[in-house]
């Protein structure tokens, strides 16, 4: 009698259960009961509309905050999103061990994502000599669940027609919140520029990686205004928003950004012109060349600039080539040297993925240290995206960094210059200066271990790849894009 009972009520049974555990639990102050409903409703997210948790990672990663920036028991991840990776990375793995069609054999084949497979096995190769095992084991599960997530399962939601464009709207949506915020506590302290550091806060821990998202969705804002595959009322919704980001980047004070943008837009004359990708390997073989010839002059005429960040925008500009007393500046040549002294000492495996910030402090200079230096080296990582894995991985880990660059770039110039005219050339445009922002960002910092930029720069690299092979060379006609099953 029990028994069928509780078969035909076993539901109402367990939420009995549910409550009484957890009222004894909480009595003794234990909490973590509390989160068993949040997290049976991921897992039912997951199986049953997969589409839409992805687009709500995408609209909430802005929005994200972590735990260790709000000094929550030092846990370093970001709620709600990087939970909710952890949950798909499993699920795909999962899925993976047991079909082989999870994701297209073509997909799998195409070079970037050998080059990304590559960098994963690399890094994981890398925990065996790594100074810091555990350090690095965290650093690579995190950068598997962004790739697992973001790259590879997103590439299959993707397939669906409009689902590129729904996820870079969802990102962006978020993003939109997060810069309105930001200016209006910033127009507070009228938009002075120490406040600008801080203000995106506690959001984004500081402006640089503010400054970089917003540079990332910005070639998207400009496309979206101009589309002609968007009605009316969506180009003017798109062209209030770039308006937005325009503002929240002129006040990120983020000179990295800006240089970015500058690099974007030369990218994008390039491929409108369609200069053949040898005349750029040329021309920067060439200006390598002559930099190298002139090392010395540059850097006397760099030292002469004394232009301090500052509350002026102009003066704010030239700051970004002083480096004779630019604290910023300065710091970041200290970091970039300690990268090169830590590469000196492990050249082939490094010090493990994510070490640099636990390690580089003996390596710091007397005559690179800066007033913003720190004796024990924690604050901070190399701010470069290509000196960092030099340090940590060592050469191999630099040569896959510029690689996944080279490759990808190679692949949207290419494809662009055969693709037909419509939504699916700009949306490519978009994407892709979105990436050159980030690789030219990356030379000044890193930030590929966090939600914010891993989720856009995974997804957006992710875009490239299918459109490359919707657009195949041998075919003028576009190839359908099967919707996944």
């Given at each position: 009698?029990?028994?069928?009972?509780?078969?035909?009520?076993?539901?109402?049974?367990?939420?009995?259960?549910?409550?009484?555990?957890?009222?004894?639990?909480?009595?003794?102050?234990?909490?973590?009961?509390?989160?068993l409903p949040a997290v049976l409703l991921i897992v039912w997210a997951m199986i049953a509309s997969l589409e839409r948790l992805v687009l709500f990672i995408a609209f909430a990663t802005p929005l994200s905050i972590n735990l260790e920036e709000m000094e929550l028991g030092g846990l370093g991840i970001a709620l709600p999103t990087e939970p909710l990776m952890v949950g798909i990375m499993l699920l795909f793995l999962l899925k993976l061990s047991v079909e082989r069609n999870v994701i297209d054999a073509a997909f799998?084949?195409?070079?970037?994502?050998?080059?990304?497979?590559?960098?994963?096995?690399?890094?994981?190769?890398?925990?065996?000599?790594?100074?810091?095992?555990?350090?690095?084991?965290?650093?690579?599960?995190?950068?598997?669940?962004?790739?697992?997530?973001?790259?590879?399962?997103?590439?299959?939601?993707?397939?669906?027609?409009?689902?590129?464009h729904s996820f870079i709207w969802a990102s962006l949506s978020g993003l939109i919140i997060v810069v309105t915020y930001t200016v209006i506590r910033h127009s507070t302290y009228d938009f002075a520029h120490d406040p600008g550091h801080w203000v995106m806060e506690p959001f984004f821990k500081d402006h640089t990686s503010y400054g970089a998202v917003i540079a990332m969705f910005l070639p998207f804002g400009i496309t979206a205004s101009l589309l002609t595959g968007y009605s009316r009322t969506r180009r003017g919704?798109?062209?209030?928003?770039?308006?937005?980001?325009?503002?929240?980047?002129?006040?990120?004070?983020?000179?990295?950004?800006?240089?970015?943008?500058?690099?974007?837009?030369?990218?994008?004359?390039?491929?409108?012109?369609?200069?053949?990708?040898?005349?750029?390997?040329?021309?920067?073989?060439?200006?390598?060349?002559?930099?190298?010839?002139?090392?010395?002059?540059?850097?006397?005429?760099?030292?002469?600039?004394?232009?301090?960040?500052?509350?002026?925008?102009?003066?704010?500009?030239?700051?970004?080539?002083?480096?004779?007393?630019?604290?910023?500046?300065?710091?970041?040549?200290?970091?970039?040297?300690?990268?090169?002294?830590?590469?000196?000492?492990?050249?082939?495996?490094?010090?493990?993925?994510?070490?640099?910030?636990?390690?580089?402090?003996?390596?710091?200079?007397?005559?690179?240290?800066?007033?913003?230096?720190?004796?024990?080296?924690?604050?901070?990582?190399?701010?470069?995206?290509?000196?960092?894995?030099?340090?940590?991985?060592?050469?191999?880990?630099?040569?896959?960094?510029?690689?996944?660059?080279?490759?990808?770039?190679?692949?949207?110039?290419?494809?662009?210059?055969?693709?037909?005219?419509?939504?699916?050339?700009?949306?490519?445009?978009?994407?892709?200066?979105?990436?050159?922002?980030?690789?030219?960002?990356?030379?000044?910092?890193?930030?590929?271990?966090?939600?914010?930029?891993?989720?856009?720069?995974?997804?957006?690299?992710?875009?490239?790849?299918?459109?490359?092979?919707?657009?195949?060379?041998?075919?003028?006609?576009?190839?359908?894009?099967?919707?996944?099953?």
């Amino acid at each position: 009698m029990v028994a069928r009972v509780l078969k035909e009520h076993w539901i109402a049974a367990a939420c009995v259960v549910f409550v009484l555990l957890n009222a004894l639990l909480v009595a003794r102050e234990i909490y973590w009961l509390n989160l068993l409903p949040a997290v049976l409703l991921i897992v039912w997210a997951m199986i049953a509309s997969l589409e839409r948790l992805v687009l709500f990672i995408a609209f909430a990663t802005p929005l994200s905050i972590n735990l260790e920036e709000m000094e929550l028991g030092g846990l370093g991840i970001a709620l709600p999103t990087e939970p909710l990776m952890v949950g798909i990375m499993l699920l795909f793995l999962l899925k993976l061990s047991v079909e082989r069609n999870v994701i297209d054999a073509a997909f799998w084949r195409h070079p970037i994502t050998w080059v990304i497979g590559l960098q994963l096995l690399w890094m994981l190769i890398c925990i065996v000599p790594s100074s810091m095992p555990l350090v690095s084991v965290k650093y690579f599960t995190a950068r598997l669940w962004f790739v697992s997530t973001m790259y590879f399962v997103a590439s299959r939601l993707f397939l669906r027609p409009g689902a590129m464009h729904s996820f870079i709207w969802a990102s962006l949506s978020g993003l939109i919140i997060v810069v309105t915020y930001t200016v209006i506590r910033h127009s507070t302290y009228d938009f002075a520029h120490d406040p600008g550091h801080w203000v995106m806060e506690p959001f984004f821990k500081d402006h640089t990686s503010y400054g970089a998202v917003i540079a990332m969705f910005l070639p998207f804002g400009i496309t979206a205004s101009l589309l002609t595959g968007y009605s009316r009322t969506r180009r003017g919704i798109a062209t209030l928003l770039l308006g937005i980001l325009i503002v929240g980047l002129i006040f990120s004070y983020t000179r990295a950004a800006w240089v970015s943008l500058v690099g974007a837009l030369g990218l994008f004359l390039v491929m409108r012109l369609r200069i053949p990708f040898w005349v750029l390997a040329v021309s920067a073989i060439t200006l390598g060349g002559l930099y190298w010839a002139n090392q010395e002059q540059i850097t006397l005429a760099l030292e002469r600039n004394r232009e301090e960040s500052s509350d002026d925008l102009g003066e704010h500009v030239k700051s970004i080539s002083n480096i004779s007393s630019d604290a910023s500046n300065l710091e970041r040549i200290n970091r970039w040297n300690s990268a090169l002294r830590m590469w000196e000492e492990r050249p082939v495996f490094g010090w493990g993925p994510g070490t640099y910030m636990f390690q580089y402090a003996p390596f710091q200079a007397s005559a690179d240290r800066t007033i913003i230096s720190t004796n024990f080296g924690l604050q901070g990582n190399a701010h470069s995206e290509y000196l960092g894995p030099l340090s940590e991985q060592g050469v191999p880990g630099l040569l896959l960094m510029a690689a996944l660059v080279l490759v990808t770039t190679i692949t949207a110039m290419r494809l662009y210059a055969r693709m037909p005219r419509g939504m699916d050339r700009q949306l490519l445009m978009a994407v892709y200066l979105g990436l050159v922002t980030y690789y030219l960002h990356g030379v000044l910092n890193n930030f590929l271990d966090l939600d914010k930029a891993s989720v856009p720069f995974w997804a957006f690299t992710a875009m490239v790849v299918l459109l490359d092979l919707k657009y195949p060379k041998e075919q003028a006609e576009p190839k359908a894009l099967v919707e996944a099953q």
